[in-house]
């Protein structure tokens, strides 16, 4: 599992073996996901998928885009989505980013 996170730059997500579901969350969210303050600026404090909404009640019924990459299979990421991974199998996947 990758915790959901942005990434400063264009993403390609290629998926080498196995699978990964992926969630994506539009940048207007931010304040909704809870950045981390310093130096992981770009990383959520909420676990997407059991978000305690007693210490984040803003992350009650975010909308988000789900998909499942497989084997072969790439994905664009734009610059500051947010994203959450969860590999469904023993995976291996490439980032590209410029």
């Not at 993403?11 to 909704?32: E, M, T």
Request: net charge positive; proline share 9%; glycine share 4%.
């Amino acid at each position: 599992m990758t915790p959901c996170h942005y990434d400063p730059k264009h993403n390609l997500l290629c998926q080498v073996v196995g699978a990964k579901r992926i969630r994506l969350y539009h940048p207007q969210y931010s304040d909704r996901l809870y950045p981390v303050e310093g130096k992981l600026y770009n990383n959520s404090q909420v676990d997407v998928e059991r978000p305690d909404l007693e210490r984040f009640p803003l992350a009650a019924n975010l909308p988000y885009w789900e998909c499942t990459l497989q084997r072969g299979e790439m994905l664009y990421i734009p610059p500051r989505y947010w994203h959450h991974v969860r590999s469904l199998s023993i995976s291996f996947s490439v980032s590209f980013w410029w």
